[in-house]
């Protein structure tokens, strides 16, 4: 198990996170087996070695992705800035979309994405105190060990789906979902089952109620927020298939680069020290804490910075392959490229608004405004499949029977050179252009990255209600100026009557 809490030097490059996975390895089991070093394993290495080239590229443009620790003076990763000024939370984005760029928004699990949750929490440090005050400071601790260390997290929010209309307190097994089974005084001790981590390839995991589910009073021991390593003994991440297939960045573009992994986590008597817990048996304060503390808004910022590189990423593909083959001269090819710079324009709009309409709030931290990064979360699961579907209608039967590299590089590479030319790319250009549309629209790690998208932060339908929820002022609002000028025609339709009479 990793040691414990101390402060460490500052922003990693790659070779340090795959020594730390060496030597810390999370129990990972794949196929059967337990993978003993993942950075060697066939069908999960890449994904590792591209973890360690984010780190990497923090040192490449350490002036946009790096600041000076308030507490070190080390440099330490700008995801875990606390921005007071909106200079600050621009700064803060432009080092987000440095990740996002690399990758094109096909991982969603980058690091920055639950540093930025680990520093809402901190900042939120005294709403989580007000319950126990060791709770508020073990938030501001582990997030500084976290800065200091630059540590890469997975989480996991929800239980598994067993009798999804009942709550956790009433399943058929009281620890089918991850529940408190002991209390001592050292700490608590977990058993049961979460869902779903992504990017299991880490160094810590949080383990915290769901950003959108709301529990109910019975669910108490079901109830809690902590931070562990991923080494903890007792703590299983069980892998789904990997989606890379060891073929070869020509053949699958996206799915050898860019495999970040899904696991379910067992928690089989998992032992949690006090000092790694920050909510505890407090249901009400479970479905309140990512909103009192700001991490949704600073999560769901991250998410809108990784949208607009994948929407970025859509608009240029389509653009290519439109090229390739000749088609811009028809409206419908117009069309759908239009449709690809709305989307674009529309999630870059809405990151513009959020920071220029930021303020600073409880604790003093510059948040961005929510009600574009709501927009944001909410439009783009539905915008993402239809990106996938334009692809795949521009491609059309283009995407079905591309060679491989082998064909390339065979003894029909003359047939493959002359049956497979586009109008304006010669047939050794065109195929690997359309083998990335193809791995973006059709393969198994396409179709992941649609239903990652639909259901990024939950259930749509669950997500349009708490949205409907949660604006109900801003909607009786509008309600009442409509129900105001039916009054008025009302009115003038009476009085007009009065006078005739």
């Not at 949208?307 to 859509?314: G, L, P, S, T, Y």
């Not at 393969?443 to 990255?449: E, V």
């Amino acid at each position: 198990m990793s040691s414990p809490i101390d402060a460490r030097p500052g922003a990693r490059r790659g070779s340090q996170v795959l020594q730390r996975l060496r030597e810390q390895p999370p129990a990972l089991w794949y196929r059967g087996e337990l993978v003993t070093d993942v950075t060697a394993h066939p069908d999960l290495r890449r994904g590792a070695q591209t973890l360690a080239r984010l780190y990497d590229l923090q040192w490449e443009q350490p002036a946009v992705t790096l600041y000076d620790s308030p507490t070190s003076g080390n440099p330490v990763s700008r995801a875990f800035m606390m921005p007071r000024t909106h200079a600050e939370l621009s700064s803060v984005s432009r080092a987000m979309k440095v990740w996002e760029d690399y990758t094109h928004g096909m991982m969603g699990r980058v690091p920055n994405y639950l540093s930025r949750a680990m520093t809402g929490y901190a900042a939120g440090s005294r709403f989580l105190g007000e319950a126990d005050a060791r709770f508020g400071a073990n938030a501001v601790r582990l997030y500084e060990y976290l800065r200091e260390s630059d540590l890469c997290l997975t989480h996991t929010l929800i239980a598994p789906q067993a009798n999804r209309a009942q709550s956790l307190a009433k399943q058929a097994d009281p620890f089918l979902a991850a529940r408190v089974k002991e209390e001592t005084d050292a700490g608590i001790v977990i058993r049961g089952c979460r869902m779903l981590a992504t990017l299991p390839i880490c160094d810590e995991i949080m383990v915290f109620p769901s950003t959108l589910l709301r529990s109910p009073v019975e669910d108490a021991p079901y109830a809690f927020g902590f931070c562990i390593p991923s080494d903890t003994p007792g703590l299983r991440f069980l892998c789904r298939e990997s989606l890379d297939y060891g073929r070869s960045h020509f053949d699958h573009p996206l799915g050898s680069r860019f495999e970040e992994m899904d696991a379910v986590v067992v928690f089989d008597d998992v032992f949690v020290p006090w000092e790694r817990v920050l909510l505890y048996r407090d249901v009400e304060r479970c479905n309140q804490a990512y909103a009192r503390t700001g991490a949704i808004v600073h999560m769901t910022h991250q998410v809108v910075v990784k949208n607009i590189a994948k929407c970025e990423f859509m608009l240029g593909l389509a653009s290519l392959l439109v090229s390739a083959i000749g088609v811009e001269i028809f409206q419908h090819i117009q069309e759908k490229l239009a449709e690809l710079w709305v989307n674009l324009a529309t999630m870059r709009a809405f990151l513009r608004a959020a920071e220029a309409d930021a303020v600073l709030d409880e604790w003093g931290v510059m948040r961005p405004a929510w009600d574009p990064l709501d927009a944001a979360r909410n439009l783009f699961p539905r915008m993402y499949p239809r990106m996938v579907e334009i692809i795949q209608q521009i491609g059309a039967s283009g995407l079905v029977a591309m060679p491989t590299e082998q064909d390339l590089k065979g003894p029909l590479a003359e047939d493959v050179k002359k049956y497979y030319q586009a109008a304006r790319a010669e047939a050794f250009d065109r195929i690997p252009l359309f083998r990335l549309a193809w791995d973006t629209a059709l393969s198994a790690f396409g179709s992941r990255q649609v239903l990652y998208e639909r259901f990024f932060f939950g259930d749509p339908v669950r997500m349009a209600g708490a949205l409907v929820t949660g604006h109900q002022s801003q909607i009786q609002l509008c309600a009442e100026k409509v129900r105001e000028f039916v009054r008025q025609g009302r009115d003038e339709a009476f009085t007009a009557v009065d006078r005739s009479s």
